[in-house]
């Protein structure tokens, strides 16, 4: 396995910046193990495989997963089934928006009008100078190279059915770390978590979609006896 080069690259696609609760805002410090998370997907790594520090978080309550399987998948297997799902480009942003002043970056602005009566009439509207936008310049973003699958992309993966977002997250995990296959230990429909096994010490722990059995397309990895 490749060492951890670029921990913000390689977490980055596990937590959202712009979440209400901060602490999915970034990866966080959980004593033995720095984690990860949207809310649909967790990534754990354990602290000697990280040279950052993090923010320290307490240790999640996370109900214990029985792991019922161990099935091999490929990095080939992965990333034909992606290849299969629409793409899209990932942006980064480079400069932030500039808010208009104009409206105070709302967007909306109020007319004023008096009448010959002297009764004065009031009427919000679109900022006619941004547009309605709320800003006076956009945020500025780049493509980073790396594609993902549109997000709620349903497919099938022994038997589960996963947005493969999170499946290419995975595979883009796989390909920094430079290994060809992990375990898929805890195998669940419905409402109860998969676990993954990326290599020793990094885990990830994903929702399957609630679905009504439509998908894109379907992978079956191999049994490995204990």
């Known amino acids: 396995m490749n060492p951890i080069k670029d921990e913000k690259l390689f977490f980055s696609p596990y ?3 712009i979440a209400v609760n901060e602490v999915i805002q970034a990866p966080r410090d959980r004593g033995e193990f720095v984690m990860a ?9 354990d602290k000697s495989l990280l ?12 109900a214990p997963i029985i792991e019922n399987g161990n099935i091999r998948l490929t990095l ?7 290849s299969k799902c629409p793409q899209e480009e990932e942006e980064e942003e480079v400069a932030p928006a500039i808010p208009c002043r104009h409206c105070d970056g709302k967007g909306m602005v109020e007319w004023e009008f008096e009448d010959k009566d002297l009764h004065t009439h009031y009427q919000t509207d679109e900022c ?4 309605g936008s709320g800003n006076e310049r956009e945020a500025i973003v780049r493509k980073t190279g790396r594609s993902f699958p549109e997000y709620n992309i349903p497919i099938l993966i022994d038997g589960v059915i996963l947005n493969a977002y999170y499946i290419g997250a995975i595979v883009e995990t796989m390909k920094q770390l430079g290994i060809s296959e992990i375990r898929h230990t805890g195998i669940y429909k419905d409402a109860i978590p998969n676990v993954f096994r990326i290599a020793e010490g990094i885990t990830v722990i994903l929702m399957p979609m609630m679905s009504y059995g439509d998908y894109v397309t379907s992978i079956k990895g191999e049994e490995v006896k204990q």
Do not use: R, S
């Open 15 to 17: 937590y959202d910046e």
């Open 128 to 131: 006619p100078l941004c547009k």
């Open 37 to 45: 998370t949207d809310n649909h997907i967790l990534i754990k790594v």
């Open 51 to 62: 040279k950052g520090e993090y923010q320290k978080a307490k240790k999640p309550n996370l």
């Open 76 to 82: 080939a297997q992965l990333e034909e089934a992606l």
